[in-house]
T-cell receptor, first 115, second 113 residues
Framework: DADVTQTPRNRITKTGKRIMLECSQT?????MYWYRQDPGLGLRLIYY???????NKGEISDGYSVSRQAQAKFSLSLESAIPNQTALYFC??????????????FGAGSRLTVL | AQSVTQLGSHVSVSEGALVLLRCNYS??????LFWYVQYPNQGLQLLLK??????LVKGINGFEAEFKKSETSFHLTKPSAHMSDAAEYFC???????????FGTGTRLTVIP
């Protein structure tokens, strides 16, 4: 089984629908992240969480919300999806400490298309 | 503000040729620097990282990168390209004391048989 599992892997939805992307990890890491990837723009951070009670906005949090249900679970929601949220979304985790904090372990990605 | 610039969104090399992917960072203080690779339909995985120890960093699959403070660069190289190296490569930076990684826009490497 993968260390970081994202569901669904692919989703097509319509404008205005609510969408949830889920992420679970077996790394035992405290830190979890959601990124979106767009062609030519690289990866941009949406939200991150350093423990169950900690939620922080990233570069592009508008239109998104997150929930850290447990150490191993971090979900991303789009309350009312719009077409420019069509992208590839990645969940990632990292450990703590000087070296552990730097290395991200990524899931395989969730491709979202908003029509 | 910290950022990274990857010169060239697409690079093509012949199999067996030198691979050179460029990354420059903007920071007044040397940051932590990383290269990640993304194979088709997969997430990113760490190739190598610079954390202020040796300036020449060796990574997986024969890749290495050299930190050059005077040039604010962290270019990725491999002496001889293999077909399996075809992927997208991302440079990333994290400033000391900062919480997050900032990624470059990526360079797609094509290896020609």
């Amino acid at each position: 089984d993968a260390d970081v599992t994202q569901t669904p892997r692919n989703r097509i939805t319509k404008t205005g629908k609510r969408i949830m992307l889920e992420c679970s990890q077996t790394k035992g890491h405290d830190r979890m992240y959601w990124y979106r990837q767009d062609p030519g723009l690289g990866l941009r951070l949406i939200y991150y969480s350093f423990d169950v009670k900690d939620i922080n906005k990233g570069e592009i949090s508008d239109g998104y919300s997150v929930s850290r249900q447990a150490q191993a679970k971090f979900s991303l929601s789009l309350e009312s999806a719009i077409p420019n949220q069509t992208a590839l979304y990645f969940c990632a985790t990292s450990g703590t400490g000087r070296s552990g904090a730097n290395v991200l372990t990524f899931g395989a990605g969730s491709r979202l298309t908003v029509l | 503000a910290q950022s990274v610039t990857q010169l060239g969104s697409h690079v093509s090399v012949s199999e067996g040729a030198l691979v050179l992917l460029r990354c420059n960072y903007s920071s007044s203080v040397p940051p932590y620097l990383f290269w990640y690779v993304q194979y088709p339909n997969q997430g990113l995985q760490l190739l190598l990282k610079y954390t202020s120890a040796a300036t020449l960093v060796k990574g997986i699959n024969g890749f290495e990168a050299e930190f050059k403070k005077s040039e604010t660069s962290f270019h990725l190289t491999k002496p001889s390209a293999h077909m399996s190296d075809a992927a997208e490569y991302f440079c990333a930076v994290r400033q000391t004391g900062a919480n997050n990684l900032f990624f470059g826009t990526g360079t797609r490497l094509t290896v020609i048989p």
